[in-house]
């Protein structure tokens, strides 16, 4: 599969659906094998239920993005701004809240596609910088921000259902 072929565009409300199926199965995807099915259900229920995501699409402050290729949803990137970052609430700060592509099309550049347009959209906003948190039991997407420049800073509590997890704090200087 050649990059030129993957499209990025904007989700809307119209979309709410599509959302919801591409976020429950890569997340499912990503951490089913690591999490109990109880705790992967409670957080998939809240997470993405279609009260939720109509709240987080129409946040002026959030915006989600799909990769496509072929016509196919294969990821997804969320990133946010202001009030809306999950922990930081800079203003002079995006927050990359989620980049998640299925499996298939991993190492196929899907990620990177979604990375650069999180960038882009950070340096036409000029901000000072780009943060984001990751599992640390995430290695590979660790590997892919370390690889992208990301630098770690901190460390936060994050509730998978039940479970207390601990996120990765990193984040990129762009100023």
């Given at each position: 599969m050649?990059l030129?072929?993957?499209?990025?565009?904007?989700?809307?409300l119209?979309?709410?659906?599509?959302?919801k199926?591409?976020?429950?199965?890569?997340?499912?995807?990503?951490?089913?094998?690591?999490n109990?099915?109880?705790d992967?259900t409670q957080y998939?229920?809240?997470?993405?239920?279609?009260e939720?995501?109509k709240?987080?699409l129409t946040?002026?402050?959030?915006?989600?993005?799909?990769?496509?290729h072929d016509?196919?949803t294969?990821?997804?990137l969320k990133?946010n701004?202001?009030?809306a970052?999950?922990?930081i609430?800079?203003e002079n700060?995006l927050e990359?809240?989620r980049?998640?592509?299925?499996?298939a099309?991993?190492?196929q550049?899907?990620?990177?596609?979604?990375?650069?347009?999180?960038l882009e959209?950070?340096?036409k906003?000029n901000?000072?910088?780009?943060?984001l948190?990751?599992w640390e039991?995430?290695?590979k997407?660790i590997q892919?921000y370390k690889?992208n420049?990301?630098?770690?800073?901190?460390?936060?509590?994050f509730?998978?259902g039940?479970?207390?997890?601990?996120?990765?704090m990193m984040k990129?200087?762009?100023?």
């Open positions: 050649q030129q072929e993957m499209k990025i565009r904007k989700i809307t119209n979309d709410i659906q599509e959302l199926k591409i976020g429950i199965y890569t997340f499912t995807e990503t951490f089913s094998s690591q109990s099915k109880e992967m998939l229920e809240s997470q993405f239920s279609i939720n995501l709240t987080q946040d002026p402050n959030s915006d989600f993005f799909f990769v496509e016509g196919k294969i990821g997804y990133i701004l202001g009030a970052q999950t922990d609430k800079d700060a990359i809240e980049i998640y592509v299925i499996k099309y991993q190492g550049k899907t990620g990177q596609k979604l990375f650069n347009k999180a959209i950070a340096e906003l901000v000072d910088f780009v943060w948190g990751v039991k995430n290695f997407a892919f690889k420049g990301f630098i770690e800073f901190n460390r936060h509590s509730k998978l039940n479970d207390l997890q601990t996120d990765i990129l200087n762009l100023s």
